[in-house]
């Protein structure tokens, strides 16, 4: 089974942007960092959303580096 939340690379025209997310095939806009993504996880109702390990590769899947990536 594919991880539940997508986080796509960083845009290389613009790094500054932020990181796209995608949770269940849904788009849910632009992260620029761990804070952006975890209110994106608390309006989706995930469970634990303020605590759950952003690393879990059963439910993330981080395209173009980690959760410490943030900028291109």
Known sequence: MDPRIVIHA???EDPHVG???HV???I???ARNEMDL????RRVKLPDWD???????GLFRW???GPETWEQ
């Open 38 to 41: 975890r209110e994106f996880l």
């Open 24 to 26: 269940d095939g849904q």
């Open 63 to 65: 395209m173009g580096g």
């Open 19 to 21: 990181r796209r997310v």
């Open 51 to 57: 605590v759950v390990d952003v690393t879990d590769a």
């Open 28 to 30: 849910l806009g632009l």
């Open 10 to 12: 960083p845009s290389a």
